[in-house]
C-alpha cells in the first residue's frame, strides 16, 4: 500500500502535500516519498528514497514553488530514489502518481509488452536497471522497469496520439493496462488541475470553500479547515479535480469491481472495531485488511482498503482511534545510511483517555 495525495489553492502546495503525507505515509508508506507540483506552465520535482521528513530536509521538498501538486510515498517494494513516485513523461509535459498492483486485474496485462512498445517507440526509462526488481516488467535487452513510468509514457502516448486531454488518456491507459490500482495526474498545460483514475484502490476528495484535497484516507487531511464535504472517488472512474468541481465519468473494467454498500461497510466498520478490541496490541493497516478480507465475494476485485480507511476516519474522527507511530528501519537499499521510518499502528482509545 502506497500512500497519495494532492492538492489545488490559494497557498503554496509543497508544504500543505507534506504535511498531509505526513499524516498518512506511515499506513505502509514513508519508504521511497516525491512531490510534483505546478507553477505557470512548468512542473517542479523532488524524490528521493526515505520519508517526507528526509524529503523536506535533504531536497527542500515543502519549497517547491506552485499551488497545486502531487505526492506520493511508497511501501518497501524495491528499487532506489528513481523508483519513487511522481514519474514524469519525457517531455516533462505531465507527472503521474498510483497506489496499487497487480492483483486480479493485473492477470490480464502483459507483463513485458508494454514496456517494450514504449522502448520501441522511443521513449527513455529512467528506472532501468539490471537488478530484477520483483514481478516488474522489463525492456528487451532484459533490464527492469517501474510499472508506473511505463505507465506515464502509455498516458503521454494517448496524448499525444488521439489527441485528447490527460484524464481521457488516464482512462485509456487502464484500460490498456489494468490493475488494481488508483492513480492521479497532472499536466504543465492544465494548472490547476489533477486528473484521476481508479480501479479499485482507495482515494477520496475533500473541499472547503477555496481548497481541494485528496489522499487515500481522509485522516491525511488537515485539521484545521472547514471542509464542505469528503468524498470517495468511486471505483472505475475517471475524471477531473479543480476548484469549480469534479468531473466524473465511469468505465467497464476486465474483472468486475465489487460496490462498497452502506451494508458492507458497516460490516466493515463492525469487524474492524472487534480486531482493534480483541488483539491486545495495535494494528497495522495491512492486518486490518486482512481481518476484512472474507467480507468480500471471491468473484469480484474487492476494495477492502478504502472500506478499512473509512472505518478508521470514523473513529479517528469521533475520537476513538489512537494511531501508534513505530519507528522502523528504512528500505533495504538504505540500510548503509540507516535510512529510518515511521509506520502506524492503530488501536482504540480506552475511556480512561
Given at each position: 500500500?502506497c500512500?497519495?495525495?494532492g492538492?489545488i489553492?490559494?497557498?503554496?502546495?509543497?508544504p500543505?502535500?507534506?504535511?498531509?503525507?505526513?499524516?498518512?505515509?506511515?499506513f505502509?508508506?514513508?519508504?521511497y516519498?516525491?512531490i510534483?507540483?505546478?507553477?505557470g506552465s512548468?512542473?517542479?520535482t523532488?524524490?528521493l528514497?526515505?520519508?517526507?521528513?528526509l524529503?523536506?530536509?535533504?531536497?527542500?521538498?515543502?519549497?517547491?514553488p506552485g499551488?497545486?501538486?502531487?505526492?506520493?510515498s511508497?511501501?518497501?517494494s524495491?528499487?532506489?530514489?528513481?523508483?519513487?513516485?511522481?514519474?514524469?513523461s519525457?517531455?516533462?509535459?505531465?507527472?503521474?502518481?498510483?497506489?496499487?498492483?497487480?492483483?486480479?486485474l493485473?492477470?490480464?496485462?502483459?507483463?513485458?509488452?508494454l514496456s517494450?512498445?514504449?522502448?520501441?517507440?522511443?521513449?527513455?526509462?529512467?528506472?532501468a536497471?539490471d537488478?530484477?526488481?520483483?514481478?516488474y516488467p522489463?525492456?528487451?535487452d532484459?533490464?527492469?522497469?517501474?510499472?508506473?513510468?511505463?505507465m506515464?509514457?502509455?498516458?503521454?502516448?494517448?496524448m499525444?496520439s488521439?489527441?485528447?486531454r490527460?484524464?481521457?488518456?488516464?482512462?485509456?491507459?487502464?484500460?490498456?493496462?489494468p490493475?488494481d490500482i488508483v492513480?492521479?495526474?497532472?499536466?504543465a498545460s492544465?494548472?490547476?488541475a489533477i486528473?484521476?483514475a481508479r480501479?479499485n484502490?482507495?482515494?477520496?476528495?475533500?473541499?472547503?470553500?477555496?481548497?481541494?484535497?485528496?489522499?487515500?484516507t481522509?485522516?491525511?487531511?488537515?485539521t484545521?479547515?472547514?471542509?464542505?464535504?469528503i468524498?470517495?472517488i468511486?471505483?472505475?472512474?475517471?475524471g477531473?479535480?479543480?476548484?469549480?468541481?469534479?468531473?466524473?465519468?465511469?468505465?467497464?473494467p476486465?474483472?468486475?469491481?465489487?460496490?462498497?454498500t452502506?451494508?458492507?461497510?458497516?460490516?466493515i466498520?463492525?469487524?474492524?472495531l472487534?480486531?482493534?478490541?480483541?488483539a491486545?496490541r495495535?494494528?497495522s493497516l495491512?492486518?486490518?485488511?486482512?481481518?476484512?478480507?472474507?467480507?468480500w465475494?471471491?468473484?469480484r476485485v474487492?476494495?477492502?482498503?478504502?472500506g478499512v480507511?473509512?472505518?478508521?476516519?470514523?473513529?479517528?474522527?469521533?475520537?476513538?482511534l489512537?494511531?501508534?507511530?513505530c519507528?522502523?528501519?528504512g528500505?533495504?537499499?538504505?540500510?548503509?545510511r540507516?535510512?529510518?521510518?515511521?509506520?502506524?499502528?492503530?488501536?482504540?482509545?480506552?475511556?480512561s483517555?
Amino acid at each position: 500500500m502506497c500512500n497519495i495525495a494532492g492538492y489545488i489553492g490559494p497557498r503554496d502546495a509543497a508544504p500543505v502535500l507534506c504535511e498531509m503525507m505526513r499524516r498518512e505515509s506511515g499506513f505502509n508508506g514513508g519508504y521511497y516519498t516525491g512531490i510534483v507540483t505546478g507553477c505557470g506552465s512548468k512542473l517542479f520535482t523532488a524524490k528521493l528514497l526515505g520519508d517526507v521528513d528526509l524529503l523536506v530536509s535533504e531536497l527542500g521538498g515543502d519549497r517547491l514553488p506552485g499551488n497545486f501538486g502531487l505526492i506520493h510515498s511508497r511501501s518497501r517494494s524495491g528499487g532506489d530514489s528513481l523508483w519513487s513516485h511522481p514519474f514524469l513523461s519525457n517531455d516533462g509535459e505531465i507527472a503521474y502518481i498510483a497506489n496499487g498492483s497487480g492483483g486480479k486485474l493485473g492477470t490480464f496485462r502483459a507483463k513485458n509488452s508494454l514496456s517494450q512498445e514504449m522502448e520501441r517507440k522511443g521513449y527513455f526509462f529512467t528506472t532501468a536497471t539490471d537488478r530484477t526488481i520483483g514481478a516488474y516488467p522489463t525492456l528487451s535487452d532484459g533490464r527492469c522497469v517501474h510499472g508506473s513510468e511505463t505507465m506515464t509514457f502509455l498516458i503521454r502516448d494517448f496524448m499525444l496520439s488521439r489527441g485528447v486531454r490527460l484524464a481521457e488518456a488516464m482512462k485509456n491507459a487502464y484500460l490498456t493496462y489494468p490493475a488494481d490500482i488508483v492513480g492521479l495526474a497532472v499536466s504543465a498545460s492544465e494548472p490547476g488541475a489533477i486528473s484521476f483514475a481508479r480501479f479499485n484502490m482507495p482515494c477520496v476528495v475533500a473541499r472547503t470553500a477555496d481548497e481541494v484535497f485528496l489522499a487515500s484516507t481522509a485522516m491525511a487531511f488537515p485539521t484545521d479547515r472547514d471542509y464542505i464535504s469528503i468524498t470517495p472517488i468511486p471505483e472505475c472512474s475517471y475524471g477531473t479535480v479543480t476548484l469549480r468541481g469534479t468531473t466524473v465519468s465511469r468505465f467497464a473494467p476486465p474483472v468486475p469491481v465489487a460496490p462498497l454498500t452502506v451494508a458492507l461497510q458497516s460490516a466493515i466498520r463492525e469487524r474492524v472495531l472487534d480486531a482493534l478490541g480483541s488483539a491486545g496490541r495495535p494494528l497495522s493497516l495491512s492486518e486490518l485488511g486482512k481481518r476484512t478480507a472474507d467480507l468480500w465475494p471471491d468473484d469480484r476485485v474487492n476494495q477492502k482498503y478504502m472500506g478499512v480507511y473509512l472505518a478508521l476516519y470514523d473513529l479517528y474522527a469521533g475520537g476513538s482511534l489512537e494511531i501508534v507511530p513505530c519507528d522502523q528501519p528504512g528500505a533495504e537499499e538504505g540500510r548503509d545510511r540507516n535510512v529510518r521510518t515511521t509506520q502506524f499502528r492503530m488501536r482504540l482509545r480506552t475511556q480512561s483517555e
